[in-house]
């Protein structure tokens, strides 16, 4: 089941707007302040959820006059603020718990720096269940691999294709079709190795042995 879970970071409208014109989804998520963005692009969603500490009160109060009506189409999980889970955290566990086989993330970039990188962490949350997951903005397309992977010029969303470590060993990182070429490396935390490489060829491969790298497509 194809998922679109929407939070609560930056979402640059027109993007989003032209991103949901080329995909479709068969569920669809609203966390906390997701929940504008959603109404602003007109999108029907499946759950709401969250503490709703950062939704403006008339929205929440709309949608749980909605929910009121017996036609409703959608599930509102609300939580209070004072939780072990972030409102993202929880909406990724409702995707898997009601049978997510992709998801993609808007909303989980942005300003706040300490929300970005634990949504990135969050992706290893999807590698685990064997689910292929990415958080995508206007700029960027980031997941985390664990296994070969290929890569497509005319699917890479920008130039620059970034490997970072996620665990504090990747062993035997092999990049065929790259600008920069690696044969058998090592990559460790706290080293720069992987970033803005390009790919020069149709198709790019990365083989990994052991670990797991973030991998960030992006453009300027």
């Known amino acids: 089941m194809r ?3 929407i939070t609560g970071g930056f979402i640059e409208q027109d993007f989003a707007k032209s991103y949901l014109e080329e995909e479709s989804f068969d569920m669809v998520i609203a966390a906390d302040r997701g929940v504008e963005a959603a109404k602003a692009l007109n999108i029907p969603v499946n759950y709401i959820l969250g503490d709703f500490d950062s939704l403006n009160p008339s929205i929440l109060q709309e949608v749980k006059s909605q929910l009121a009506d017996e036609n409703s189409l959608f ?10 889970y972030t409102d993202t955290h929880l909406a990724i566990v409702t995707a898997i718990e009601a049978g ?6 808007l909303g989980a970039t942005g300003t706040r720096l300490d929300h970005v990188v634990a949504n990135m962490n969050l992706l290893l949350i999807f590698l685990n269940h064997h689910i292929e997951a990415k958080i995508v903005d206007s700029h960027n397309q980031i997941y985390v691999i664990d296994a070969d992977t290929h890569l497509y010029m005319d699917k890479v969303r920008g130039k620059y294709v970034s490997l970072i470590p996620y665990t504090d060993l990747v062993t035997g ?3 065929i079709g790259f600008k920069y070429p690696l044969h058998n490396a090592k990559m460790t935390k706290g080293n720069s190795l992987g970033i803005s490489n390009e790919l020069l060829e149709e198709e790019g ?6 670990g797991i790298l973030i991998v960030i497509e992006s453009r300027d």
Do not use: G, N, R, Y
């Open 3 to 5: 998922t679109l879970i």
């Open 75 to 84: 599930e509102l999980k609300e939580f209070p603020p004072e939780k072990d």
């Open 100 to 105: 997510a086989t992709s998801v993609t993330i």
């Open 173 to 175: 990182v092999t990049l």
């Open 205 to 210: 491969i990365i083989k990994i042995d052991q």
